[in-house]
């Protein structure tokens, strides 16, 4: 079995690899050529297998050493990034990692993620909030989209900024939607809603003020689901427009005409860091 490396002996061996001559490398390194020797064995005993192989008077790489070369090209470039990254100098960033609530909708979500597109590489992770926190704090992840502003965890301070913000309100296909006023279209038509609290407590309060008990007939986590339950006509949607945005504009449904007096948020959340990710700013800054 195989024991840790000594990354020095793999040091040297990259060394000699590129150069293709000991003597040269050794000069580089600034070693005696014996002594860059006894490590390059040192190495081939800790792998098991020969590295080089002698052809005429120049070291040529075994099919063993072609593979090790390959590795420590990515283990000492992956060092140099972190020196980089940590000096803030590095050429490419890492990608941006983002946390989305997973009942946030997908329109929204493409909103934020839009400018990114071709800017750099971004990582999407869906999830329950706590746990995009919990990643957040562990600095697992850059950011998390949410519509809730969290509450300090600890000693964990959290950012949030407000980078949009919609009025909530009635979607559904044109034959549901034909009511005079507001109280008919929560008495007659059966209701899809969210679970997200902001808009559940939203439309309590409003059916508490109005008086009205409508049958809810499907409560749902997932803003896509409510937006294909409402084309198809199985009720009319709670939401905000962006969840329907295309299928308003192909007419497939239709907006109520009425103010429910509720607006749902959109946070990006962050914690302090000292080395934030470098395409963050630019980010928050083009979703304002």
């Known amino acids: 079995m195989i024991g840790k490396l000594n990354y020095h002996h793999l040091r040297y061996f990259h060394a000699v690899a590129r150069d293709g001559n000991l003597s040269r490398a050794a000069d580089r390194l600034n070693v005696a050529q014996s002594a860059l020797s006894v490590q390059i064995k040192q190495l081939e005993d800790r792998l098991g297998f020969a590295l080089f192989e002698r052809v005429s008077r120049s070291l040529v790489l075994t099919e063993a050493g072609r593979i090790a070369l390959d590795h420590a090209d990515r283990i000492f470039a992956a ?107 929560l008495t007659h038509e059966p209701l899809i809603l969210p679970t997200e609290p902001v808009i559940r407590a939203g439309i309590e309060h409003l059916m508490t003020t109005l008086g009205v008990t409508p049958r809810i007939v499907a409560d749902v986590d997932d803003m896509a689901m409510v937006r294909l339950l409402a084309r198809d006509g199985v009720g009319v949607a709670v939401a905000p427009p962006v969840v329907v945005a295309d299928e308003v504009a192909r007419g497939v449904l239709v907006t109520a005409p009425f103010n429910l007096g509720i607006k749902e948020p959109f946070f990006a959340v962050t914690v302090p860091r000292k080395f934030p990710h470098p395409a963050l700013a630019d980010a928050l800054a083009r979703n304002v």
Request: hydrophobic share 50%; net charge negative; proline share 5%.
């Open 79 to 185: 060092g140099d990034e972190l020196v980089a990254t940590l000096a803030q100098t590095a050429q490419a960033a890492p990608p941006l990692r983002i946390g989305a609530q997973s009942t946030l909708s997908r329109n929204f979500q493409m909103q934020f993620l839009r400018p990114l597109v071709g800017a750099g590489d971004f990582v999407l992770k869906s999830g329950n909030t706590d746990g995009l926190l919990a990643d957040l704090t562990a600095l697992k992840l850059d950011v998390v989209l949410t519509t809730n502003v969290p509450a300090a965890d600890g000693d964990v301070q959290f950012a949030a900024q407000l980078i949009a913000e919609q009025a909530v309100s009635l979607h559904g296909v044109p034959m549901r939607m034909g009511h005079a006023t507001l109280a008919d279209v």
